[in-house]
């Protein structure tokens, strides 16, 4: 063939590449083999308050410096260091998607591609990171809006099994892990009553409709399975701790980290007696426990504060639990456990698509009474403390992984514009399914216009 033929095949030739680069093909980000000088930017630390005109820099996807403005970095002989001049834009940590589906759930309508759920009621050495897709194509839309880790949790049954935490860059599931066992997973049923038919604002699967058992010798059953669960790991372990000869059972294994009180137990429970029972129990069986729900969290705050058990709130922008609510009860539901001195962490309690409207979440529940950086921080440190991920996320400090992100302005506000992130150092391509399709139909109008 003569190419004079086809003129313009060089210029349809970048346009068919950046529709193969969809999202899900985008590489995954390439090492950083030199140090990264942000200098002249807003420092949003978290714990160690807001610094202006300051600079960050980092090395082998560790944070080695957080200096205040004037200070010059120390940086290591004969390294050259890539210096990204930010003029007054801001630097934060990345956000924390806590009790989220990311990496398990795909389409939630196409079974296939679902893989949050294992057969059984308890299989407690299932192990959320190990069917993680690091492909997925909503990693990448979470990641575009500043939400750079996830904790996964297994779903289905009593004790569905463990979750893991994960930072949303890597080739396989194993680059991705920052905590492959972050802890058991417990549903923790809810005693039936007529109060239920009164009760609204609970997302299909949610705490209270997953644990939901009909009648109360059928909880009580259920919860008893649960005890004994446990107080099998237990005899299990002492017995192996005894003598290491003994057969490895797995589903006591699993439970061993939790019964050394080495690990939390994320009890998903979202009633006042649901809530107040689970803790009753952990306290009787010496285990650390996690509130994951918490819609009645502030009405036994005082046992909460007692027991030292935090919360994850698992979402703001949902409607109230009752009939007789005020119709902002679950947006000040944050500001309230802070009031009442509960620790507590905040997550979207949404489908995975939607994690990347994890920040607005927290912005609402500024909005209606939290202290606005206490609330950047429910989605960031306070995240990463009640997941036991701190020495490693949350903040901006020494020492800790280059996961952060860099935007034209707070995380909370709509028009802000994320520029620049960086997983574990290593800096990320922001496209995403969304920006992609943004692109196609702008094109799409561009050409109608050129008519």
Same mark, same amino acid.
């Given at each position: 063939?003569?190419?004079?033929?086809?003129?313009?095949?060089?210029?349809?030739?970048?346009?068919?590449?950046?529709?193969?680069?969809?999202?899900?093909?985008?590489?995954?980000?390439?090492?950083?083999?030199?140090?990264?000088?942000?200098?002249?930017?807003?420092?949003?630390?978290?714990?160690?308050?807001?610094?202006?005109?300051?600079?960050?820099?980092?090395?082998?996807?560790?944070?080695?410096?957080?200096?205040?403005?004037?200070?010059?970095?120390?940086?290591?002989?004969? &390294?050259?260091?890539?210096?990204?001049?930010?003029?007054?834009?801001?630097?934060?940590?990345?956000?924390? +998607?806590?009790?989220?589906?990311?990496?398990?759930?795909?389409?939630?309508?196409?079974?296939?591609?679902?893989?949050?759920?294992?057969?059984?009621?308890?299989?407690?050495?299932?192990?959320?990171?190990?069917?993680?897709?690091?492909?997925?194509?909503?990693?990448?839309? +979470?990641?575009?809006?500043?939400?750079?880790?996830?904790?996964?949790?297994?779903?289905?049954?009593?004790?569905?099994?463990?979750?893991?935490?994960?930072?949303?860059?890597?080739?396989?599931?194993?680059?991705?892990?920052?905590?492959?066992?972050?802890?058991?997973?417990?549903?923790?049923?809810? &005693?039936?009553?007529?109060?239920?038919?009164?009760?609204?604002?609970?997302?299909?699967?949610?705490?209270?409709?997953?644990?939901?058992?009909?009648?109360?010798? +059928?909880?009580?059953?259920?919860?008893?399975?649960?005890?004994?669960?446990?107080?099998?790991?237990?005899?299990?372990?002492?017995?192996?701790?005894?003598?290491?000869?003994?057969?490895?059972?797995?589903?006591?294994?699993?439970?061993?980290?939790?019964?050394?009180?080495?690990?939390?137990?994320?009890?998903?429970?979202?009633?006042?007696?649901?809530?107040?029972?689970?803790?009753?129990?952990?306290?009787?069986?010496?285990?650390?426990?996690?509130?994951?729900?918490?819609?009645?969290?502030?009405?036994?705050?005082?046992?909460?504060?007692?027991?030292?058990?935090?919360?994850?709130?698992?979402?703001?922008?949902?409607?109230?639990?009752?009939?007789?609510?005020?119709?902002?009860?679950?947006?000040?539901?944050?500001?309230?456990?802070?009031?009442?001195?509960?620790?507590?962490?905040?997550?979207?309690?949404?489908?995975?698509?939607?994690?990347?409207?994890?920040?607005?979440?927290?912005?609402?529940?500024?909005?209606?009474?939290?202290?606005?950086?206490?609330?950047?921080?429910?989605?960031?440190?306070?995240?990463?403390?009640?997941?036991?991920?701190?020495?490693?996320?949350?903040?901006?400090?020494?020492?800790?992984?280059?996961?952060?992100?860099?935007?034209?302005?707070?995380?909370?506000?709509?028009?802000?514009?994320?520029?620049?992130?960086?997983?574990?150092?290593?800096?990320?391509?922001?496209?995403?399914?969304?920006?992609?399709?943004?692109?196609?139909?702008?094109?799409?109008?561009?050409?109608?216009?050129?008519?």
């Amino acid at each position: 063939m003569n190419p004079q033929h086809f003129p313009r095949l060089g210029l349809l030739a970048p346009i068919l590449a950046a529709s193969l680069a969809a999202q899900d093909l985008i590489p995954k980000a390439p090492p950083q083999p030199l140090p990264v000088v942000l200098q002249n930017a807003v420092l949003h630390t978290v714990t160690g308050g807001i610094v202006l005109s300051g600079t960050l820099w980092f090395f082998d996807g560790q944070i080695r410096g957080v200096l205040p403005a004037g200070e010059t970095p120390k940086l290591p002989d004969g &390294q050259q260091p890539l210096v990204l001049d930010l003029q007054g834009k801001h630097v934060f940590p990345g956000m924390i +998607a806590g009790n989220s589906s990311l990496g398990l759930v795909e389409l939630g309508m196409v079974r296939q591609s679902v893989d949050s759920d294992e057969l059984g009621e308890m299989s407690p050495e299932t192990l959320a990171m190990v069917a993680v897709n690091p492909d997925s194509a909503l990693l990448p839309v +979470a990641r575009a809006n500043g939400v750079l880790a996830a904790v996964t949790f297994p779903v289905g049954g009593l004790l569905p099994g463990r979750a893991s935490a994960l930072q949303l860059d890597g080739w396989t599931n194993a680059d991705l892990a920052v905590k492959a066992d972050a802890g058991p997973v417990v549903v923790w049923p809810a &005693q039936a009553s007529g109060g239920e038919r009164g009760r609204r604002g609970s997302r299909p699967g949610g705490p209270g409709a997953a644990a939901a058992v009909e009648g109360g010798d +059928a909880t009580k059953k259920a919860r008893a399975r649960i005890d004994d669960a446990f107080l099998a790991a237990r005899a299990w372990l002492t017995a192996w701790t005894a003598d290491t000869t003994l057969p490895i059972d797995i589903r006591h294994q699993a439970l061993a980290p939790a019964v050394r009180r080495e690990a939390p137990v994320f009890v998903l429970a979202d009633d006042l007696e649901q809530i107040e029972s689970a803790v009753l129990w952990a306290r009787d069986r010496e285990l650390r426990i996690v509130i994951v729900g918490g819609r009645d969290a502030a009405s036994c705050a005082a046992l909460l504060r007692e027991r030292k058990v935090p919360v994850v709130v698992t979402g703001v922008h949902r409607l109230p639990r009752r009939d007789d609510s005020a119709y902002d009860e679950p947006f000040t539901l944050p500001a309230r456990l802070s009031q009442l001195g509960v620790t507590f962490c905040i997550a979207s309690g949404g489908d995975a698509s939607n994690e990347r409207n994890l920040p607005y979440h927290a912005a609402t529940a500024a909005a209606f009474g939290l202290d606005r950086e206490k609330a950047f921080a429910a989605v960031t440190h306070d995240a990463a403390v009640v997941f036991g991920i701190d020495d490693r996320l949350g903040s901006l400090a020494v020492g800790k992984d280059a996961t952060l992100f860099v935007a034209d302005g707070h995380p909370f506000d709509l028009a802000t514009k994320i520029e620049l992130a960086f997983v574990r150092g290593r800096q990320v391509d922001l496209r995403s399914k969304h920006t992609e399709l943004a692109k196609k139909y702008r094109e799409r109008y561009r050409q109608l216009r050129g008519k």
